[in-house]
């Protein structure tokens, strides 16, 4: 069974400037979540799509970031403009379940996208 | 807030056993989870465990949960150069969407 595709694996850009990460789910899973990790910290959470809606953006910078799951599949995640702090690896993660809590709640994640903004 | 801590390093003799400590502060918590990560790589789920329990064993992992003290604690024996990487505890409470991830414990494992 193929994983959680993401790409591109690694961007460098200069501040302001924009990026956009792309992330393909385990087929047949309904939750997708992107997450950001900042290096030395842990995984925090941007936003959750369940099929093509949002479930929770609370902590995405609406500013800034954007992000959308058009057809309930694959998912764009957008930078526009980039800040210094914004470098990161950028986490997708896609769950078979709604929420996180029903059955094993595990999230299967990418390899990341590493941004690093100059 | 609620917040998840970890220690943020650990070093073993190959062979020995590592134990790896973590605590969370939502009383909520439902279930509560070890992630790995490797150099380059995502995080893969090691095990889980659900909080009305307070062991869990998988072959070289030993999971213990003190619900009271809201400590959990993933143990593993006969540590290999090949455990060497990140660990993440995470928790998540039934009727919430977000898995709340610790800093991570970085394990390194000397020959």
């Known amino acids: 069974e193929a994983g959680v595709a993401q790409s591109p694996r690694y961007k460098i850009i200069e501040k302001r400037q924009s990026v956009a990460f792309w992330c393909n789910p385990i087929?047949?899973?309904?939750?997708l979540y992107w997450y950001q990790q900042i290096l030395g910290q842990g995984p925090k959470l941007l936003i959750q799509?369940?099929?093509?809606?949002?479930?929770?953006d609370s902590q995405l910078p609406k500013d800034r970031f954007s992000a959308e799951r058009l057809k309930g599949v694959d998912s764009t995640l957008k930078i526009q403009p980039a800040k210094l702090e914004d470098s990161a690896v950028y986490l997708c993660?896609?769950?078979?379940?709604?929420?996180?809590?029903?059955?094993?709640?595990?999230?299967?994640f990418g390899e990341g996208s590493r941004l690093t903004v100059l | 807030g609620e917040d998840v801590e970890q220690s943020l390093f650990l070093s073993v003799r190959e062979g020995d056993s590592s134990v790896i400590n973590c605590t969370y502060t939502?009383?909520?918590?439902?279930?509560l989870y070890w992630y790995k990560q490797e150099p380059g790589a995502g995080l893969q789920l090691l095990t889980y465990?659900?909080?009305?329990?307070d062991m869990k064993q998988d072959q070289r992992l030993t999971v213990l949960l003190n619900k009271k003290d809201k400590h959990l604690s993933l143990r593993i024996a006969d540590t290999q150069t090949g455990d060497s990487a990140i660990y993440f505890c995470?928790?998540?409470?039934?009727?919430?969407?977000?898995?709340?991830f610790g800093a991570g414990t970085r394990l390194t494992v000397k020959p």
């Open positions: 799509f369940q099929n093509n809606g949002v479930v929770d």
């Open positions: 087929s047949g899973h309904a939750t």
């Open positions: 939502d009383s909520s918590s439902t279930y």
């Open positions: 995470a928790e998540t409470a039934y009727n919430n969407n977000d898995m709340r």
């Open positions: 465990i659900f909080s009305n329990m």
């Open positions: 993660a896609s769950s078979p379940s709604g929420l996180a809590g029903e059955n094993t709640g595990e999230l299967f």
